[in-house]
């Protein structure tokens, strides 16, 4: 870890539900890294897509958020206002000869094995009702996580002409997280290991804007019974803000940290202070956690 006055990491969820547990944990897991190495801990809302959002999960989240002591640094950062900053850099990626359009829809894809198998290469077309896509000479095939350790990835996947924006005219994850985090200056990342493997097209991006990548450190996924990621596509149950300090202590314990019983007297900043002093990611769990012990769930 670099001098620990540079550390800047953040939060950032998409508005399209409520915060549930296994968000919960990923958020908690971010703020007491950050805290740890005394460094800032940011909040960006990723209202990039505003097909899957919903009403007031905006005010939702940064309440609850709130609730439970995860106090952000800086204003928050908002996607849905950055379109502009978005569309230049896309526009100078397309200048340098480093995007094409295409127009293959998802069901030919899978049909060809579910990767992208570069049949637009030649398409000058980037108008409307094209994709854009990035043309990935030198894609990443590994990368060190800090918890998941040496992260590799198929040469097929890692050299995918991955989308920059989508058909319907909405930026792609990739090139819009990569931007902000760039701009915000973020140097670590953490997040739920849903994410890992993407990380080496995002690593990809850095590389192309001439930027160092973020360190990463990928936390175990909540599952359900099912083995099925805790989600709000999986109709994941909102956190209940009358539990605030019981579900940080459970949360505290899927994520390995020390919790004893004298915790239960602490208040909730006196909890997330103790939790950040000794926070040890040696002791967090590599593989998916079940949901079996979640309070009310």
């Not at 549930?20 to 800032?40: I, K, M, Y």
């Not at 090139?175 to 760039?182: P, T």
């Not at 099912?226 to 009358?242: F, I």
Request: glycine share 6%; with cysteine.
């Amino acid at each position: 870890m670099s001098n620990s006055q540079h550390y800047r990491g953040r939060f950032a969820p998409s508005p399209s539900g409520d915060l549930h547990f296994g968000s919960l944990v990923a958020a908690l897991g971010s703020f007491l890294d950050a805290r740890h190495h005394h460094g800032q801990w940011l909040v960006r809302i990723e209202d990039i897509d505003p097909p899957r959002e919903v009403a007031g999960a905006t005010k939702s989240i940064l309440t609850t958020l709130e609730c439970f002591g995860l106090n952000w640094d800086l204003d928050i950062t908002y996607q849905s206002q950055r379109h502009q900053f978005y569309q230049d850099k896309l526009n100078s990626i397309i200048k340098g000869n480093r995007a094409y359009g295409c127009d293959c829809t998802r069901k030919m894809i899978m049909q060809s094995g579910g990767l992208y198998q570069g049949h637009c290469l030649s398409n000058n077309n980037l108008s409307d009702p094209h994709s854009i896509r990035f043309k990935n000479l030198s894609g990443i095939v590994e990368f060190n996580d800090r918890l998941q350790g040496l992260t590799q990835v198929g040469n097929a996947f890692a050299n995918e002409d991955f989308i920059l924006k989508r058909k319907d005219g909405l930026f792609a994850y990739q090139l819009v997280v990569v931007l902000d985090d760039i701009e915000q200056n973020i140097t670590d990342i953490v997040r739920g290991c849903d994410l890992l493997e993407v990380s080496t097209r995002q690593m990809t991006l850095y590389q192309y804007f001439n930027h160092l990548p973020v360190r990463y450190l990928h936390l175990p996924l909540i599952v359900n019974d099912a083995g099925l990621k805790l989600s709000k596509q999986n109709y994941a149950k909102a956190l209940d803000l009358t539990q605030v300090k019981a579900t940080l202590l459970l949360a505290l314990d899927y994520l390995g940290q020390e919790v004893s019983l004298q915790h239960q007297d602490y208040s909730v900043e006196a909890l997330l202070i103790e939790a950040a002093k000794n926070w040890n990611i040696s002791q967090i769990p590599s593989g998916p956690l079940n949901t079996k012990k979640i309070i009310s769930n």
